[in-house]
T-cell receptor
Framework: GAVVSQHPSRVICKSGTSVKIECRSLDFQATTMFWYRQFPKQSLMLMATSNEGSKATYEQGVEKDKFLINHASLTLSTLTVTSAHPEDSSFYIC????????????FGSGTRLTVV | TQLLEQSPQFLSIQEGENLTVYCNSSSVFSSLQWYRQEPGEGPVLLVTVVTGGEVKKLKRLTFQFGDARKDSSLHITAAQPGDTGLYLCAGSSNAGGTSYGKLTFGQGTILTVHP
C-alpha cells in the first residue's frame, strides 16, 4: 500500500517551454506532498512542500514563479517547470507521508527532465 | 537548520565483506529513516527507527538509532552485488504535532559491491 504514481518518467523538452509533472497517491490521501530535485550521484534537495488546498511552501533559493506547484486534491499534486532552460535538467521526485505511525514516506519513481 | 552528515560518500567493496554507513547530526530527530535508491528510480524505504537506542534488523541489514536520537548507522553483513545502490539516511522532526515533518537527507552513500 501507500503508492505514489509519478508521471512522466522521462521528458525531453525544448528550452523555453513548460513541463508538468504529476504525482498521484493511489491508495491513500496525501494532504502533503514534498517535491525534490536530485543531481546525478547526489542526495535529494527539497524544493517545496505542497499542501492540499493551500499555497506551497518553497525552500530558500527556489523560484516559486518558475516551479509552480498545485495541490488541488488529496490525491494529486503537480509541479510545472515554466520556461525551462538546460540548467533545469534534473531528476525530480515527489514524496508523501505514508500515514499511520510508521513515520515513513513513500516516493514517486521520479521524472528525468532534459531541456535541450 | 538541521544537518545530517552521512559517511562514507563512496564505498567499493568485494562480495562477502561487511560495511557500515553512518549518519550523524547535532540535532535531535523524532525519527530517522534509511532508504535505498537505484538509478532512475525513487528512493525505497528500508526502515524507520523512532526510539533512542533502537536496533532493527532486516535480513543482512542492521540499523541502529543513537540513544540521543541524533545519529544512526546501517550495517550490512556479507554484502552482495544486489546491495549495490545509493543509500540515504533521512531525519524527520514532527511539525506542529503531526506524525511527520520535512525530511532532512544525508549526502548519500554510493555502495558498489563487486562479485
Amino acid at each position: 500500500g501507500a503508492v505514489v504514481s509519478q508521471h512522466p518518467s522521462r521528458v525531453i523538452c525544448k528550452s523555453g517551454t513548460s513541463v508538468k509533472i504529476e504525482c498521484r497517491s493511489l491508495d491513500f490521501q496525501a494532504t502533503t506532498m514534498f517535491w525534490y530535485r536530485q543531481f546525478p550521484k547526489q542526495s535529494l534537495m527539497l524544493m517545496a512542500t505542497s499542501n492540499e488546498g493551500s499555497k506551497a511552501t518553497y525552500e530558500q533559493g527556489v523560484e516559486k514563479d518558475k516551479f509552480l506547484i498545485n495541490h488541488a486534491s488529496l490525491t494529486l499534486s503537480t509541479l510545472t517547470v515554466t520556461s525551462a532552460h538546460p540548467e533545469d535538467s534534473s531528476f525530480y521526485i515527489c514524496s508523501a507521508p505514508r500515514g499511520g505511525q510508521t513515520y515513513g514516506y513513500t516516493f514517486g519513481s521520479g521524472t528525468r527532465l532534459t531541456v535541450v | 537548520t538541521q544537518l545530517l552528515e552521512q559517511s562514507p560518500q563512496f564505498l567499493s567493496i568485494q562480495e562477502g565483506e561487511n560495511l557500515t554507513v553512518y549518519c550523524n547530526s547535532s540535532s535531535v530527530f523524532s525519527s530517522l529513516q534509511w532508504y535505498r535508491q537505484e538509478p532512475g528510480e525513487g528512493p525505497v524505504l528500508l526502515v524507520t527507527v523512532v526510539t533512542g537506542g533502537e536496533v532493527k534488523k532486516l535480513k543482512r541489514l542492521t540499523f541502529q538509532f543513537g540513544d540521543a536520537r541524533k545519529d544512526s548507522s546501517l550495517h550490512i553483513t556479507a554484502a552482495q552485488p544486489g546491495d549495490t545502490g545509493l543509500y540515504l539516511c533521512a531525519g524527520s522532526s514532527n511539525a506542529g504535532g503531526t506524525s511527520y515533518g520535512k525530511l532532512t537527507f544525508g549526502q548519500g552513500t554510493i555502495l558498489t559491491v563487486h562479485p
